[in-house]
């Protein structure tokens, strides 16, 4: 250990030459980086139990007005995330489920089974207009067109 701590800091190299600490650091900079890209309270930041779905993992996230006149937002994932969303949702039947959006808990759902379609919707005390802003941070993008005529 000491041979290696005075590696580090020879300028001779003789363990660790002083270019390897700096790519150490380098890359442990990197990994603190991005753990706080990712923190709870970001903007666009969705986290649903432990899981933490970026933009990379939705296909597409709308606002959805419901028949009651409560909106919703339907979020449609990549199927490495979906796979994700299965097993969380599979591990965590009967108990609650907090929805994080932005580090505010939006809801926290009672899963009464595993959530394998790939999709899932966020009913919650949304405007039209505060659901569809949500869609569109949580996924970083407009919603999918409705059909290809719409394109």
């Known amino acids: 250990m000491r041979a290696m701590i005075r590696g580090i800091w020879s300028l001779k190299g003789a363990c660790m030459p002083i270019r390897w600490a700096v790519r150490f650091f380098v890359v442990g900079l990197c990994l603190a980086t991005a753990s706080w890209a990712f923190a709870k309270d970001a903007t666009g930041a969705l986290w649903f139990g ?3 779905f970026t933009p ?3 296909i597409d996230a709308r606002a959805q007005p419901e028949l009651d006149g409560r909106v919703s937002v339907l979020v449609t994932l990549e199927p490495p995330a979906s796979a994700r969303l299965t097993q969380l949702t599979r591990e ?15 809801a926290a759902p009672t899963i009464l089974e595993p959530i394998t ?5 966020i009913s919650a005390s949304f405007t039209l207009e505060e659901a569809r802003q949500i ?3 949580i996924s970083g993008k407009p919603p999918l067109a409705d ?3 719409d394109e």
Not at 92 to 104: A, C, E, F, M, T
Not at 117 to 121: R, V
Request: proline content about 6%; cysteine-free; hydrophobic content about 35%.
């Open 117 to 121: 379609g790939g999709s899932f919707q």
């Open 50 to 52: 432990t899981e933490n």
């Open 147 to 149: 059909s290809l005529e």
């Open 56 to 58: 990379a993992d939705i």
């Open 92 to 106: 965590n039947v009967g108990k609650p489920l907090p929805l994080i959006y932005q580090g505010k808990e939006i």
């Open 135 to 137: 869609a569109l941070d």
